[in-house]
């Protein structure tokens, strides 16, 4: 009785999937989609990353201009850190 109730399961779970998988290919053979990631590596000062050293935590983690605390400790972090 166990057998059949899972059985059920992944058999309805997989319809909805397979559907969803065929309008995704699709769409995705067409050279378009190129677009989008070229846009997020766009090398801008505020996309820029600087590996900062927390005087606190002493976490070294990447940080962009904008950001001017620890995201572990909420500590202030200085450029002179930069690892
Ligand atoms: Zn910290």
């Known amino acids: 009785?166990?057998?059949?109730?899972?059985?059920?399961?992944?058999?309805?779970?997989?319809v909805p999937a397979k559907s969803a998988a065929k309008k995704k290919?699709?769409?995705?053979?067409?050279?378009?989609?190129?677009?989008a990631p070229v846009a997020d590596t766009a090398l801008t000062l505020e996309n820029v990353r600087e590996n900062v050293r927390c005087r606190v935590c002493?976490?070294?983690?990447?940080?962009?201009?904008?950001?001017?605390?620890?995201?572990?400790c909420g500590?202030?972090?200085f450029k002179e850190d930069v690892v």
């Open 75 to 77: 500590a202030k972090l």
């Open 1 to 14: 009785m166990v057998k059949k109730q899972t059985g059920k399961k992944k058999a309805a779970a997989a």
């Open 25 to 35: 290919t699709a769409g995705g053979s067409r050279k378009k989609v190129k677009v």
């Open 58 to 72: 002493r976490v070294v983690d990447g940080y962009r201009a904008k950001e001017s605390n620890c995201r572990f």
